[in-house]
């Protein structure tokens, strides 16, 4: 089973950055792509950013510029660094990865608990 480990969330003044980690753990042959999704106060869940093992990204039109995705394959690590954040950024983020456990088994989708951003003054 893998697990998703968020980290790197909190409270910061708008302009202000932070930066999200998440690390797969468990039994893993490989990953395909690892992303962030963030879901506001009554809205759905939302990509914010995804990279694949090749290092392809694609960002939402709203976090272009300013944030930016990032993977260390050896650690299973991905990472989100988020500058010049907005209020409008505040939202419940979520980890996921997109793999196999091992070579047999098709592509599965796991999600992390997700962890809160709160832009505000």
């Known amino acids: 089973q893998v697990q998703l480990a968020e980290s790197g969330g909190g409270l910061v003044q708008p302009g202000g950055s932070l930066r999200l980690s998440c690390a797969a753990s468990?039994?893993?042959?490989?990953?395909?792509?690892m992303g962030w999704y963030r879901q506001a106060p009554g809205r759905q869940r939302e990509l914010a950013a995804v990279?694949?093992?090749?290092?392809?990204?694609n960002y939402a039109d709203s976090v272009k510029g300013r944030f930016t995705i990032s993977r260390d394959n050896a650690k299973n690590t991905v990472y989100l660094q988020m500058n010049s954040l907005k209020s409008e950024d505040t939202a419940v983020y979520y980890c996921?990865?997109?793999?196999?456990?091992?070579?047999?088994?098709?592509?599965?989708?796991?999600w992390g608990q997700g962890i809160q951003v709160t832009v505000s003054s």
């Open positions: 990279i694949t093992s090749g290092g392809n990204t």
């Open positions: 996921n990865a997109v793999l196999r456990s091992d070579s047999r088994t098709p592509l599965t989708t796991v």
């Open positions: 468990g039994t893993i042959f490989s990953i395909y792509a």
